[in-house]
């Protein structure tokens, strides 16, 4: 199993940006889709954006689009969500999330790798 190792978390104020970035142990048609998810205390885990296929497809959560992007580099083995303008809603532990199964990534059932995660904390 692909093991996944995210690191760039930390404090931002809001309005900012900030990068995190997912090291992945092996790059395999397991990865078809990678995606970031964030959690908070008492509350599920949600999906945040997703990349698939090599990079042709991407999906974002209807809150981060056209403020997130999720580019990877396969040379690396790495995946990144850049965060631009975040805000306090944005406050989470983000992980990173591989081994997709379908039909829907937002979905973390479908996800079989997890990294460990690491917290953001946007301020105002």
């Known amino acids: 199993q692909v093991r996944l190792v995210e690191s760039g978390g930390g404090s931002v104020q809001a309005g900012g940006s900030l990068r995190l970035s997912c090291a992945a142990s092996e790059w395999t048609d397991d990865n078809s889709c990678m995606a970031w ?15 698939c296929f090599g990079g042709s497809t991407t999906y974002y959560a209807d809150s981060v689009k056209a403020r997130f992007t999720i580019p990877q ?19 989470a532990m983000y992980y990173c999330a ?15 790798g997890w990294g460990q995660g690491t917290q953001v904390t946007v301020s105002l």
Do not use: C, H, I
């Open 98 to 112: 591989a081994g997709y199964s379908g039909p829907r990534w937002s979905r973390k059932e479908n996800f079989r």
């Open 73 to 91: 580099d396969s040379a690396k083995k790495k995946m990144y969500l850049q965060m631009n303008s975040p805000n306090a809603e944005d406050t």
């Open 37 to 51: 998810f964030r959690q908070t205390p008492g509350k599920e885990r949600e999906g945040v954006a997703a990349v």
